[in-house]
C-alpha cells in the first residue's frame, strides 16, 4: 500500500500497466518505468533536491533517489538494483513474491530468514535453505 514499483521491460511494465489503468487495480502504488525515470515526476522532483548537493556523482543519483525514496515508501522492482553507490549502504534487496522488495537490513527485525521447499507433486523444486541476514546480503 503506497508503494513504489519499478518495472522495465514490456512484458512486465504493459501488463500491470492494462491492470493499473485499464482495470483500476491497485491504485495506491505507483508504477515507474526504469527505463523513463526521468518521466515521473516525483522522481525527476527528488533527483533534482539531490542534484543540488555538491557531495553526490551522477553516477550514484539514481540510487541515491531511490535510497530517499525508500525512507518514505516501501518500494519494489521486478528486479535487484544495484544499489552499491547509493546513500544508505544497507538496503539490500530481498525476493517478496514475484518481485523484490528493498529492506533496511539494520532496521529489519528478522533474525533468520527461511525458505521452505516448493512443492509440485513429488517434484521438489526447491532445497530448503536457512540463510543467517548477514550472510544473505553480502554482496
Known amino acids: 500500500k503506497n508503494s513504489l514499483v519499478f518495472l522495465g521491460g514490456?512484458?512486465?511494465?504493459?501488463?500491470?500497466w492494462y491492470g493499473y489503468y485499464g482495470l483500476n487495480i491497485r491504485n495506491d502504488v505507483m508504477i515507474i518505468n526504469l527505463y523513463q525515470l526521468d518521466k515521473t515526476k516525483l522522481f525527476t522532483d527528488t533527483r533534482n533536491k539531490l542534484h543540488k548537493q555538491p557531495k553526490f556523482k551522477k553516477i550514484d543519483l539514481n540510487t541515491s533517489v531511490i535510497a530517499v525514496?525508500?525512507?518514505k515508501y516501501p518500494i519494489?522492482?521486478?528486479a535487484p538494483l544495484d544499489m552499491r553507490n547509493s546513500l544508505n549502504k544497507d538496503l539490500v534487496w530481498r525476493p517478496y513474491g514475484l518481485v523484490y522488495e528493498?529492506?533496511?537490513i539494520k532496521k529489519d527485525i528478522l533474525d533468520?530468514?527461511?525458505f521452505k521447499p516448493v512443492i509440485l507433486g513429488d517434484l521438489?523444486?526447491?532445497p530448503k535453505c536457512i540463510f543467517n541476514k548477514s550472510e544473505m546480503y553480502k554482496n
Request: aromatic share 14%.
Open 69 to 71: 525514496l525508500s525512507k
Open 10 to 16: 514490456d512484458t512486465a511494465l504493459f501488463n500491470t
Open 102 to 104: 528493498l529492506i533496511d
Open 124 to 126: 521438489n523444486l526447491m
Open 112 to 114: 533468520q530468514m527461511e
Open 76 to 78: 519494489y522492482a521486478f
